[in-house]
């Protein structure tokens, strides 16, 4: 049997992003904090601010 896939919230994303984008930690740190991969941070931080620049 698959696994599911896993789903975040749009609060847990801002907040993975925004602990990013303020340098404290590297991606890969706040991955491995996280459970997740870094990529996926990337693509976080873009659209949280391209979401944010637009409207």
Same mark, same amino acid.
């Given at each position: 049997?698959?696994?599911?896939?896993?789903?975040?919230?749009? !609060?847990?994303?801002?907040?993975?992003? +925004?602990?990013? =984008?303020?340098? =404290?930690?590297? +991606?890969?740190? +706040?991955?491995?904090?996280?459970?997740?991969?870094?990529? !996926? *941070?990337? !693509?976080? *931080?873009?659209?949280?601010?391209?979401? !944010?620049?637009?409207?």
């Amino acid at each position: 049997m698959a696994t599911k896939r896993r789903s975040f919230t749009a !609060q847990f994303k801002f907040k993975v992003a +925004l602990e990013a =984008v303020k340098g =404290v930690k590297t +991606l890969s740190e +706040l991955a491995s904090e996280h459970g997740v991969h870094p990529n !996926q *941070i990337g !693509q976080w *931080i873009q659209h949280t601010f391209r979401t !944010q620049v637009t409207n």
